[in-house]
């Protein structure tokens, strides 16, 4: 009985009541994946990943063995990401041709696959800060009615007969891809993501990916490591400039007027 009066209630034990107050306290704490519908590329999608450990750049993080990295590539995107907290701004970035080739066989990809093998809504953007800590995604696809989405990548035609010979038979990816896919199921909390290689003119790969208990692991080390070597970088910096003086301040001009 739930009526503390009547003649048989018994009282829960309070192991009970404290492991409840627990588990609803980190419902409360723990979001879990967040979807932000912007486009990629957008504004909108710059100032949501600022600052943020995203997928596609743990492989910064991580040595091949899975260790914690701690090279200059390493230092030098952690700084990136302390700079990007600070000031609340992420810098223009070069765009190479292969990256707007990149960009066009996105597409032609995720609308083969839409039409053969499942349709596919656009996800700009997901977070999670289920770690205590917030990490980004920008995926390319989220698969109607499952639990899963897609990862497009253009190929040069070397590297598409390679993942071909390599890869699709033995059911693996390329090693370059396989921190930002485990790092992506992380975040979108996917049962898989389904790998696509694309190189026009010659057949369209596709390899699922599962999740993997112990890269996953590694990866979360590695990023609360980040975290912490970025919260460290931002301390000693304000400390710094606290110091200064005189205190210069200086004024961002916008890149479309230094090369007007």
Not at 18 to 39: C, F, M, Q, S
Not at 139 to 146: C, E, H, L, N, S
Request: with cysteine; aromatic share 8%.
């Amino acid at each position: 009985m739930d009526n503390p009066f009547s003649h048989d209630y018994v009282a829960p034990e309070p192991e009970d009541d404290i492991e409840n107050a627990v588990r609803t306290l980190e419902k409360g704490w723990r979001k879990g994946p967040v979807y932000h519908d912007v486009e990629q590329g957008s504004d909108e999608w710059h100032i949501l990943r600022c600052g943020l450990i995203t997928a596609s750049e743990v492989k910064l993080l991580l040595t091949p063995t899975l260790k914690v990295a701690d090279n200059d590539k390493t230092r030098s995107h952690l700084y990136e990401l302390a700079a990007q907290r600070i000031t609340r701004y992420t810098e223009p970035q070069y765009i190479s041709d292969d990256m707007l080739r990149g960009q066009l066989d996105e597409v032609e990809a995720r609308n083969h696959y839409a039409e053969k093998i499942a349709p596919v809504e656009q996800c700009g953007f997901v977070t999670n800060d289920r770690w205590g800590f917030t990490l980004g995604y920008s995926p390319d696809g989220r698969v109607v009615g499952t639990n899963g989405g897609i990862e497009c990548k253009s190929r040069r035609q070397k590297y598409q007969v390679q993942t071909v010979i390599e890869h699709y038979t033995n059911s693996t990816i390329p090693a370059d891809y396989l921190l930002q896919h485990q790092t992506g199921l992380m975040v979108a909390e996917w049962d898989w993501i389904d790998f696509i290689s694309y190189s026009g003119g010659l057949p369209m790969a596709i390899i699922r990916v599962w999740p993997d208990e112990t890269i996953q692991k590694a990866i979360e080390e590695a990023c609360a490591a980040a975290e912490a070597r970025i919260s460290q970088m931002m301390a000693t910096y304000e400390g710094a400039v606290a110091s200064m003086s005189p205190l210069i301040l200086t004024e961002r001009k916008i890149e479309q007027e230094m090369f007007s």
